[in-house]
């Protein structure tokens, strides 16, 4: 199976993370091979006691969540339907942060899909508002993290050592993350992973959902 960058984020989260949060921007859209990070979050969520934020701007996507929920044992979750730039504006702090959002163009979607951009968020599915609403999502949380926190983007490489052609969903938001306290870790699967510059924590504070 080709694994997405849900399965990076995961081999990082350690093991006493009771009662952190996992935000995903990008909820699950298709139950195709390797994808639904959605049901994948929340499984992991319910094996590590965490609770999971799952945000897209297409409420068909958020009923998705709602509809995963079912086949999970009582996950903690909210499935919120909102831009990922505006939800990420409004919050204080993260512990990690999955990037799965506005998809970059391959010259693969389908109409139906490239419809959807103008229906639900009334722009086009071009690189270019690609990389802006990336961008955009880690200027809003590039100083709201914690010592321990991750951010991990998917969709950013073709395979595990070159970054695609296409230059995928951190063409911009990457640069930026490197520029403004973060380091990265690890790409693999598609995906890259960052941690905030300095000592990290061993006890975090609990959190209460
Ligand atoms: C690649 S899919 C997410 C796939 C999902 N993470 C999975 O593994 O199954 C990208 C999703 O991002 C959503 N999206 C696009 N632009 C967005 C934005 N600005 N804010 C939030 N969601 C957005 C789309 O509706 C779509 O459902």
Redesign the pocket.
Known sequence: MAY?G?KLLEEYIPTNVKGRTII?????????SG??????FMDLCVKKDMNLVS????P??TENVREEAKNHDNPRFLAIT??????LAQIHNFDYL?L????YDHKQHSQVRKD??KE??ECELTNEN?WK?HLD?VKAVADKGRPYSLICI??VLTDDHCFSEFKGKGETAIPYLLANGWEEIERKYQAVIFKKIGPGEDTPPPQHF
Do not use: A, P
């Open positions: 997405h849900h995903e921007i990008g909820s699950v859209r298709e139950k195709l994808q639904n990070s959605t049901g994948f945000v897209d701007m297409d068909k996507c909102m831009r990922g730039e505006d939800y999955y799965d959002g506005f998809d959807r951009y639900v968020l690609c609403s999502m998917d969709d």
